[in-house]
């Protein structure tokens, strides 16, 4: 059973950078594509980006300037900083694994069907 | 990006009823469309994808259907362990996007 961990600190100063870690157990990172999606309190679900496991990218518009999302296959992890952060930025962050319901290699991803437990990253001073 | 809409936006049943939820996309996005659940302090669990296809594990009662751009995601008795907030999503567009949620309470 594919297992996913976020990791990082929960409490980030305003423009500074927000840098998290996931995970992944009970499966290999490569083949898949990975994501990051974030909830603030009490609302509805925005999705940052995605991860090939061969490094190659996509972000969300709204996001782009500030994101970055790498992959460390030897551990098993990929990453996410998010910079210049403001309240706006204070949510629970999930990992997840973004399949393609085939061979990812052929095809785009579909679905996340593993997430993380979430992190609650907090910005203030 | 495309927008998801969904309706309502909370929704009060009893055990044993058949609760519907509707999902609207601002464009065509054939059948690619997803169904979450969320327990509160849990994350996401898929229920449905490719708008009609149960995940491996989720119970018979929960079902999806639509294309195009009006999708419906129905549960056939509700259950008191349902209790959650049910989120559709698209993969047709990058971003993929959530609707806003649909809190169902047993009433």
């Known amino acids: 059973q594919v297992q996913l961990q976020e990791s990082g600190p929960g409490l980030v100063k305003p423009s500074e950078t927000l840098s998290l870690t996931c995970t992944v157990s009970?499966?290999?990172?490569?083949?898949?594509?990975w994501s990051w999606i974030r909830q603030p309190p009490g609302k509805g679900l925005e999705w940052i980006g995605y991860i090939y496991y061969s490094g190659s990218t996509n972000y969300n518009p709204s996001l782009k300037s500030r994101v970055t999302i790498s992959v460390d296959t030897s551990k098993n992890q990929f990453s996410l900083k998010l910079s210049s952060v403001t309240a706006a930025d204070t949510a629970v962050y999930y990992c997840?694994?973004?399949?393609?319901?085939?061979?990812?290699?052929?095809?785009?991803?579909?679905?996340?069907?593993?997430w993380g437990q979430g992190t609650l990253v907090t910005v203030s001073s | 990006d495309i927008q998801m809409t969904q309706s309502p936006s909370s929704l009060s049943a009893s055990v044993g009823d058949r609760v519907t939820i509707t999902c609207q996309a601002s464009q065509d996005i054939s059948n690619y469309l997803n169904w979450y659940q969320q327990k509160p302090g849990k994350a996401p669990k898929l229920l449905i994808y490719?708008?009609?296809n149960l995940e491996t594990g989720v119970p018979s009662r929960f079902s999806g259907s639509g294309s195009g751009t009006d999708f419906t995601f129905t549960i056939s008795s509700l259950q008191p362990e349902d209790i959650a907030t049910y989120y559709c999503?698209?993969?047709?567009?990058?971003?993929?996007?959530f609707g806003q949620g649909t809190k169902l309470e047993i009433k």
């Open positions: 009970g499966g290999s990172i490569s083949s898949y594509y």
């Open positions: 999503q698209q993969y047709d567009n990058l971003p993929p996007t």
């Open positions: 997840a694994r973004f399949d393609c319901g085939g061979d990812c290699r052929n095809s785009e991803p579909n679905y996340f069907d593993y």
């Open positions: 490719d708008a009609s």
